[in-house]
């Protein structure tokens, strides 16, 4: 028999121990294993190995579980504390939201009125004033870019130890 015929039933040993084989496979693999005693004392060794790993017995601290989860709680704790905290900006874009419906009738009249003083025409300050109300947005977004702007500056080294 060629090297290349032993090399592939080696193969095709270690290929049914995690896979199946097709019916082709299973019948060249049969036929070699009749033959060829080096390949079956490969396949025997083979199942007394998986055997010897599925039998062998593992010792496990007994309080691993206990440290895993401490592990993972003081993980969870570390990241509540590095995650941002955008509570104020909220309050901050409540309090606008607030302050800004409750002023819109006079927001609306200063437009007009200078609207009126400028000669402007009546859909420019009408587009101003819908303006107006995107200035919480644009600083929710500029507060948050500057955010992940800092957070993406820190070096490697310390975003794989965290």
């Excluded at 290349?4 to 036929?31: C, F, G, M, P, Y």
């Excluded at 039998?55 to 590095?82: C, G, H, K, N, W």
Aim: overall charge positive; charged content about 25%; glycine content about 4%.
């Amino acid at each position: 028999m060629s090297e290349n015929l032993h090399t592939r039933a080696q193969q095709l040993i270690s290929k049914e121990r995690v896979e199946d084989l097709s019916q082709a496979e299973r019948e060249l693999l049969a036929a070699h294993l009749q033959e060829c005693e080096s390949c079956g004392e490969f396949a025997r060794q083979t199942d007394q190995a998986l055997r010897g790993l599925r039998t062998a017995a593992i010792s496990v601290p007994s309080d691993l579980a206990s440290r895993t989860q401490f592990r993972v709680r003081l993980r969870a704790m570390e990241l509540r504390q590095r995650e941002p905290h955008r509570r104020m900006l909220w309050l901050a874009c409540a309090a606008s939201w607030i302050f800004g419906i409750a002023s819109a009738p006079y927001v609306w009249r200063l437009f007009e009125w200078f609207g009126q003083l400028t000669g402007v025409p009546r859909l420019v300050w009408e587009i101003g004033f819908g303006l107006w109300w995107t200035i919480p947005a644009v600083f929710a977004v500029i507060v948050l870019v500057l955010e992940n702007a800092r957070q993406s500056d820190e070096p490697d080294w310390i975003k794989r130890r965290s």
